[in-house]
């Protein structure tokens, strides 16, 4: 089992930059793919980014070229590097990792990160 600790949310103005971490640990052979959600109030969970084993990355269409998806294997961290923060960009974030327990054709679990608050604001 997996816990998944995020930091890096906060406060910033229209413009500029935030970088998540999500930070993995607990029991599991191996972190397959990750990923992040956001949700704003009023809208719908939205999927942001996800990060494959072999570290390939996929964007939703509203933050791509904006917003960078990345992993550390070694430290078993996972980054969302923000750039060009917009107000529509307020959400809460929320990590997720999708483990296997053991080695082979082991037991699946997907934890998920407490979420950090983004707010875009002037």
């Known amino acids: 089992q997996v816990q998944l600790v995020e930091s890096g949310g906060g406060l910033v103005q229209p413009g500029g930059s935030l970088r998540l971490s999500c930070a993995a640990s607990?029991?599991?052979?191996?972190?397959?793919?990750m990923g992040w959600y956001r949700q704003a109030p009023g809208s719908p969970r939205e999927l942001v980014a996800t990060?494959?084993?072999?570290?390939?990355?996929n964007y939703a269409d509203s933050v791509k070229g904006q917003f960078t998806i990345s992993r550390d294997n070694v430290k078993n961290t996972m980054y969302l590097q923000m750039n060009n923060l917009k107000p529509e960009d307020t959400a809460v974030y929320y990590c997720?990792?999708?483990?296997?327990?053991?080695?082979?054709?082991?037991?699946?679990?997907?934890?998920w990160g407490q979420g950090t608050q983004v707010t875009v604001s002037s």
């Open positions: 990060v494959t084993t072999g570290a390939s990355t």
């Open positions: 607990g029991r599991f052979f191996r972190i397959n793919n």
């Open positions: 997720y990792a999708e483990t296997q327990l053991s080695g082979g054709n082991g037991r699946s679990y997907t934890g």
